[in-house]
């Protein structure tokens, strides 16, 4: 079974509101000051944590712009770039770790990052991040796996694209390597992603193949997916965010504005608070209501000895009468006084 864990001051588990992930990646645009612009953003929209990609592009490929090193695929967001200039517009300068860090602890929430390579691992590391991201590109990179592994630090690992015996190699490395705190995200690698193609059903799948904290990365666009997985057991839900999306930027099209990450915050926590516990009969909020509902009731005046009948008895609302099952079974009695309109039938008043 699951078990619940921390994450620096935030507990992360089914008994909790979901923890919600900024994603910078590149919307900073390679401006430091609007890299901590969004920072103070995602801190109003109510987020619990800021994440960022740590890497270079001589730690990510080769400066080649030929062959697989060429995007070429005409429907890809970053059609007609290389691999190597793509990485070069999005990464975060190295140098930027420490102000970016340092301005989301002051603002109050959890900053941390995806590492690509081992020299990342060391920077973050030397910054006493308290977690790691592994990215779905990765997750099967045993080696990298097993160098955040060993730092003992909770691991959030994404699935995408991921087999489920690719993510027994990953989690068994993980584990065995030294994370005893281990989350795994259910993600479609597409960018944007669609509801029809995002299959959150995995996510209780999930827990119960790996017995940790499962959640969503969630490249879709809008809240309700996320807020769906919710429901499904999710406790951790990670969005891309940017300040606007006509900005620009590498990941811009599918992140979310301030107003809809601060609408994704709040609506997770409420799918999260209506989730409760199996219950049946009226709740304490209820008993109130219960005099609302339907019961049998005289409708026209009666004198001792009259007989019930669909006349003079129906069930109409409120409660305080016999309950409506009885009709079949009192019509055709008398009654054994005066029995004035609008007066609840009692058992008490038959002969």
Known sequence: MAKELRIADRFIGRNHPPFIIAEMSGNHNQSLTRALEIVESAARTGVHAL??????????????????????DPKSLWTGTSLYKLYGQAYTPWE????????????????FSTPFDDTAVDLLESLDVPCYKIAS????DLPLIRRVAATGK????????????????????????????????????????????????TIPHLRDLFGCEVGL???TMGVGVSVASVALGATVIEKHFTLNRADGGVDST??????????LVVETERAWQA????????AEVEKKSIVFRRSLYVVKDLTAGDVLTKDNVRAIRPGLGLPPKYLEMVLGKRVSRDVGRGTGLQWDFLA
């Open 254 to 263: 599918f992140s979310m504005e301030p107003a809809e990450m601060a609408q």
């Open 217 to 219: 990365s969630d490249h």
């Open 137 to 140: 590109f990765e997750n099967t």
């Open 275 to 282: 989730l409760g516990q199996v219950s049946y009969g009226a």
């Open 154 to 201: 909770p691991m959030i690992i994404s699935t995408g694209m991921a087999s489920i015996a690719e993510l027994d190699d990953t989690v068994r490395a993980a584990r065995e390597a030294g994370c005893k705190d281990l989350i795994l995200l259910k993600c479609t690698s597409t960018y944007p992603a669609t509801a029809s193609n995002t299959n959150i059903l």
């Open 51 to 72: 994440k960022l990609q740590t890497y270079t592009p001589d730690t990510m490929t080769l400066d080649l712009d030929e062959r697989e090193f060429h995007i070429s």
């Open 96 to 111: 930027w770790h420490k102000p970016i860090f340092d301005r989301a602890r002051e603002l109050g929430i959890i900053a």
